[in-house]
């Protein structure tokens, strides 16, 4: 990413006319949150996902010693751990057996979960945001099932603390991983706003262009860890949230750029 003279945080705001969120672009073009701020500001906003999410192979997954086929229920916890978890059974040749429980953390894995199952209430518990949702099931199954719990390299804390606070045994199986994109071709871009919403968008900044330098960029951040991470690498974050005045990162986006670009 092109560099830019070294901001002066003593200076008026300046004006934003680019915005980079490091996600993908919203499938639905209707539901883009970020187009009333286009309309209304007359920003470009760009979206360019700044990791991606890669398989684990079969054979390095063997090397772990964990069999799927040992497990009678399932903790998903993402698309991606849907999507691996069925990819693995795959590679491996194995039949997940019409018996298998699933329990996932909202609403839509739940949904997603039925391109690779005939979706039967008895075998399938959601919960509406997070795995405490699931306290009920989990605790009336825990001693009935054999769990097991496809993750990333990124870990799932949330959820193998509150497996270990109620005292039910699961298995953790790295199925993905989440890596650095390549921004390579943003190398020559200078974006007025960078929007981070994971430490390891973060990561990949400083993977890609080692010598970054924040310069006159504006910062924004979504949650505490997104914003510790920022500050551990010495940037400078203007637009944080959610905050009591912004719940989401648009409408904290759109606090700043009032000021900054006098609308």
């Known amino acids: 990413m092109a560099d830019t003279p070294v901001e002066n945080t003593d200076e008026p705001l300046r004006e934003v006319k680019t915005i980079l969120v490091s996600q993908p672009s919203p499938q639905d073009p209707q539901k883009n949150p970020y187009a009333s701020l286009e309309a209304k500001f007359g920003v470009r906003v760009d979206f360019r996902s700044f990791t991606e999410v890669?398989?684990?192979e079969a054979k390095d997954?063997?090397?772990?010693?964990v069999n799927p086929a040992d497990f009678s229920a399932v903790i998903l916890s993402s698309k991606n751990a849907v999507d691996h978890f069925f990819r693995m059974c795959e590679e491996l040749r194995i039949k997940v057996s019409p018996e298998t429980k699933y329990f996932c953390i909202n609403g839509n894995i739940a949904l997603y979960l039925q391109k690779f199952i005939h979706y039967r209430k008895r075998k399938v518990f959601q919960g509406e945001r997070n795995i405490?949702?699931?306290?009920?099931?989990?605790?009336?199954?825990?001693?009935?099932?054999k769990f097991l719990l496809p993750m990333s390299n990124l870990g799932a804390k949330e959820i193998t603390d509150f497996l270990k606070e109620k005292e039910i045994e699961y298995t953790e199986a790295l199925?993905?991983?989440?890596?650095?994109?390549?921004?390579?071709?943003l190398s020559d871009i200078t974006y007025d706003m960078l929007v981070f919403f994971t430490p390891q968008a973060i990561d990949s900044v400083f993977e890609n262009f080692p010598d970054f330098k924040q310069n006159f960029?504006?910062?924004?951040?979504?949650?505490?860890?997104?914003?510790?991470?920022?500050?551990?690498?010495d940037l400078v974050v203007q637009i944080p949230a959610p905050t009591p005045e912004a719940q989401s990162m648009t409408g904290a986006i759109e606090l700043y750029l009032k000021k900054s670009n006098k609308v």
């Not at 960029?217 to 690498?233: C, D, H, L, M, P």
């Open 61 to 65: 997954f063997r090397k772990d010693k």
């Open 217 to 233: 960029t504006r910062i924004a951040t979504y949650g505490k860890t997104t914003f510790n991470s920022a500050a551990e690498r």
């Open 175 to 185: 199925m993905f991983k989440t890596i650095s994109a390549d921004l390579s071709d």
């Open 54 to 56: 890669v398989g684990v």
């Open 132 to 145: 405490e949702d699931l306290k009920n099931a989990l605790v009336k199954h825990k001693k009935k099932e």
